[in-house]
């Protein structure tokens, strides 16, 4: 079986990360996510978004079972709202889309504060950082959102960001991965272009 689309998530970022950078957990759930970018980021700071009291409670409790409180940050407000929390850059950011596993499937991420979350944190992405995005079209609003974030993928300058679609082609409702990476730029203002 192909790698699962969070792992591959978790290996481009990798990838690019340094342990003093800054992460975001746009969606934190029950804090996986949350407690892998805490480890990434270890000398760094993390910050964490859920609108759900229980994807919090989740979360802290995860943190404290692994030792991994000292650099996170754990916010009850919609990521929509993350740039009155986040000061500076950022290096790297996970979103995974949908609802909180366990919880109550009628609470979902909607593409109106999806878009402005996504927007916010590409905004925000430092050169060559990355934001990896989960997609679950399984769900009407969750194909609406994959829709969404496909569109806003294609609009990008290809000069500023590199927009990658990770997706099974033959299984149509399987989840599948966006990822935004924010393109270095090269000295003299020329950008070069690998073969």
């Keep these: 079986m192909m ?11 990798r990838q690019t990360a340094s342990p003093t950078g ?3 957990d746009l969606t934190m759930g029950n804090g996986h996510d949350t407690l892998f970018l805490s480890r990434l980021y270890s000398q760094g700071q993390v910050y964490a978004f859920d609108i759900q009291q229980q994807a919090v409670e989740n979360t ?5 079972e692994a030792g991994q409180c000292q650099n996170t940050k754990l916010i009850l407000d919609s990521h ?6 986040v000061p500076g850059p950022i290096d790297g ?17 909607r593409r ?16 060559g950082g990355i934001l990896a995005v989960a997609i679950y079209p399984g769900h009407e609003e969750g194909a609406l959102e994959g829709e969404m974030l496909q569109e806003l993928g294609r609009s990008l300058c290809q000069k500023e960001y590199d927009v990658l679609l990770h997706r099974l082609i033959n299984v149509p409702h399987s989840p599948y991965l966006i990822c935004f990476q924010r393109r270095k ?3 003299g203002g020329a950008s070069a272009t690998t073969a």
């Design 80 to 85: 929509s709202n993350l740039d009155q929390y």
């Design 112 to 127: 109106e504060t999806t878009r402005l979350a996504i927007e916010k944190t590409l905004q925000r992405l430092k050169p």
């Design 185 to 187: 730029q090269k000295h």
């Design 3 to 13: 790698i699962q689309i969070l792992e591959y998530a978790k290996e481009l970022l």
């Design 93 to 109: 950011a996970l979103c995974n889309l949908g609802y909180l596993p366990g919880g109550d499937k009628s609470v979902t991420t």
């Design 60 to 64: 802290r409790a995860l943190l404290e």
């Design 22 to 24: 800054t992460g975001v």
